[in-house]
């Protein structure tokens, strides 16, 4: 008997093989996003110049992964401009409004404008970002040295911002206090600090000069404060007068003298002390107290010695000033020199007759 032939199953045979797909095509991502949504927008609301924008858009480079248009970049420098200028003006009236505060003394008003300044423009970078859309890991290539070369490079930037507000804090240092600098010749003179910046403050000396001391300088030297805890300041004039004279009346004088300029103070009262025995005179020193060191120092001594210059000759006391004898020994020498000098001037005299 003949087995039928088995019909082949067209279920079990095998199927071919698909044929092979090409790579997915990568597109490039937008490192601005927010641009695209923008342009969008406006495309939707007017045809023209949405096809004005999408030309602009069509213009674009490929960097690796990310992909930059024309548009990109004009949308991300009038939002950088825009946001700018939002900064400058809330930073602006930040600083108008603590100014018409009353509850704030001058020290607490500075402080209180530098981290309002910090708060806005921090808020104002993540402004941006959000904005203009980007994705901040298409950064994380580069923060790491790019993070690097701004901390060496900012370090002594960001130390003084740090010092300055530690100042602000402790109010060691405050606008219009009156500190002693140094000038280029290593002369100390004193001078007002008009302001505190970020970086440095401003001192300004009575002639007008304005020395940037790095806010980092007053952290780590010693500064000579004339106003830190009190703002009186004692002043020395230094005076001699004639062995010959009264020296109760020239002290008197000496105080009245000081008593009459017009910034010494009454209280404490002017003094006057016996410094020392001089060559040509009795040396007295005259110590008077001010309250606005500010105004200058070398100011009052100048009043202070004018009333007594007129207060002295008033009462016929003298000033001296050094005098010098010189004693020529009795020899042949010196009287053959004074023989000559003298029978030049007889001819000298019976010339001109």
């Given at each position: ?16 093989d698909p ?313 042949a020498q ?14 000298a005299e019976?010339?001109?007759?």
């Open positions: 008997m003949i087995a039928p032939i088995p019909t082949p199953d067209p279920a079990s045979d095998t199927a071919p044929a092979p797909t090409s790579a997915p095509t990568v597109t490039p991502e937008q490192i601005v996003s927010g641009a695209d949504n923008v342009r969008a927008d406006i495309a939707a609301k007017n045809e023209t110049i949405g096809d004005i924008l999408n030309r602009m858009d069509s213009w674009a480079v490929a960097v690796g992964n990310w992909r930059i248009s024309a548009f990109d970049v004009l949308f991300a420098v009038m939002a950088v401009l825009l946001l700018v200028g939002f900064a400058w003006a809330a930073t602006r009236l930040t600083r108008s409004a603590l100014r018409h505060l009353t509850a704030l003394d001058s020290t607490q008003r500075v402080l209180t404008e530098k981290i309002a300044t910090i708060i806005i423009w921090v808020v104002t970078f993540f402004m941006g970002v959000d904005l203009l859309g980007i994705d901040l890991t298409a950064l994380t290539v580069f923060s790491g040295a790019f993070g690097l070369a701004i901390g060496f490079g900012l370090q002594k930037t960001f130390g003084n911002l740090i010092s300055g507000i530690i100042l602000l804090m402790d109010k060691s240092i405050k606008p219009g206090d009156v500190i002693a600098v140094a000038d280029q010749s290593g002369n100390h003179t004193f001078g007002q600090i008009r302001r505190i910046g970020i970086r440095a403050i401003s001192v300004v000396t009575r002639d007008e000069r304005e020395y940037l001391i790095p806010n980092e300088n007053l952290m780590i030297n010693q500064v000579e404060n004339w106003s830190y805890s009190s703002r009186n300041v004692r002043i020395q004039v230094n005076v001699g007068v004639s062995y010959d004279a009264d020296m109760e009346l020239a002290e008197k004088l000496m105080l009245e003298a000081a008593a009459k300029a017009r910034r010494v103070l009454k209280t404490p009262p002017p003094t006057v002390w016996m410094s020392e025995y001089g060559d040509s005179s009795v040396n007295f020193t005259i110590h008077c107290w001010i309250t606005d060191p500010e105004d200058g120092v070398g100011n009052v001594r100048s009043e202070v010695l004018k009333n007594l210059w007129w207060l002295f000759k008033e009462h016929g006391i003298e000033i001296p000033f050094p005098q010098r004898d010189i004693n020529l020994r009795d020899n010196v009287k053959a020199l004074i023989a000559a000098l003298t029978q030049r001037s007889d001819d019976r010339d001109g007759q």
